[in-house]
């Protein structure tokens, strides 16, 4: 129950940052009912209040796994925003110091993702960290939807890294076209 506002927030700033893809045309339909109090409502209320940012972290890993250094950089900057904006007076006491310390340490690394658009393996190295995070995120507070975490062993000079996906497929964010099915799933995460 104590959710639904972070839905509301969450939503509005997933819609926002959905806009330029697949939402245009949707969104450009109903551009004159389509005040933030409206796109809310599409928001099915009783989701886990990270489930906004694992929405603009997915959408990131994806332009990772097309090697897009633009998308991953919009990404990033909607991240930084995101966490930036998260209401977290809905968070109990006790959550808001497990969510401060993840937030912080993530800010950074979209930040860097943000403005590192042209250099992708740069970006690469922050959205391992940032795949820690969003891991931590969602075990915490769980995901509103099944994630899996998948796993590379080669990244990092075979030090491995993980990243979260919707699917079990394997499409590899770290190596993109150059290796795109290396990679297993380690874990479901309902
Ligand atoms: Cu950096």
Request: charged share 25%.
């Amino acid at each position: 129950m104590k959710y639904i506002f972070f839905v509301i927030t969450i939503g509005a700033i997933t819609l926002s940052a959905c806009n330029n893809s697949s939402n245009q045309s949707e969104q450009s339909n109903k551009m004159n009912d389509s005040s933030p109090e409206y796109a809310v409502q599409k928001v099915s209320a009783f989701t886990s209040p990270v489930n906004g940012l694992l929405q603009i972290y997915l959408q990131m890993k994806n332009a990772f796994v097309n090697d897009d250094d633009k998308g991953a950089a919009n990404a990033g900057n909607e991240m930084l925003k995101a966490l930036n904006d998260f209401d977290k007076t809905i968070l109990r006491d006790e959550e808001k110091k497990a969510f401060e310390d993840i937030a912080e340490d993530a800010k950074e690394h979209a930040e860097h993702i943000g403005m590192n658009a042209g250099n992708i393996k740069h970006q690469r190295e922050h959205f391992d960290m940032l795949s820690k995070d969003m891991y931590d995120m969602v075990k915490k507070f769980a995901a509103g939807e099944r994630v899996y975490a998948n796993y590379c062993p080669m990244y990092n000079d075979n030090k491995g890294a993980v990243w979260l996906s919707e699917t079990k497929e394997i499409k590899n964010p770290y190596f993109g076209s150059e290796m795109l099915t290396c990679g297993k799933t380690t874990e479901t995460i309902q």
